[in-house]
């Protein structure tokens, strides 16, 4: 599976910006997909996850300002990212990932960089 990610660039605190993962096959192929992302000097981490039941994961710090969704049709998933705040400046990376027996194989996208500045 390979993971076209888009969207983001330059927004204004409080503005909004969507992300799209675009997958190169069937994505009810895999156990969930989300996305994570890695701020300058820090690590990276879960930002929201969705699984084929549409189950979704939020970390902490967006809930309520983040929604992931997807498009099982178009083989694409988004996350609309409301209300930005300067500390969600990071390239955010899409995941796939499909659990096996005793194992998990995790699929990446590039990488789409979002700043949040004035």
């Known amino acids: 599976v390979q993971l076209q990610a888009s969207g983001g660039g330059l927004v204004q605190p409080g503005g909004s910006t969507r992300l799209s993962c675009a997958a190169s096959?069937?994505?009810?192929?895999?156990?969930?997909m989300g996305w994570y992302r890695q701020g300058p000097g820090k690590q990276r981490e879960l930002v929201a996850r969705?699984?084929?039941?549409?189950?979704?994961t939020y970390a902490d710090s967006v809930k309520g300002r983040f929604t992931i969704s997807r498009d099982n049709a178009k083989n694409t998933v988004y996350l609309q990212m409301n209300s930005l705040k300067f500390e969600d400046t990071a390239v955010y990376y899409c995941?796939?990932?499909?659990?096996?027996?005793?194992?998990?194989?995790?699929?990446w996208g590039q990488g789409t960089q979002v700043t949040v500045s004035s």
């Open positions: 969705i699984n084929t039941l549409n189950r979704t």
């Open positions: 995941n796939a990932y499909r659990v096996g027996v005793n194992v998990r194989s995790d699929y």
């Open positions: 096959g069937n994505i009810l192929s895999m156990s969930a």
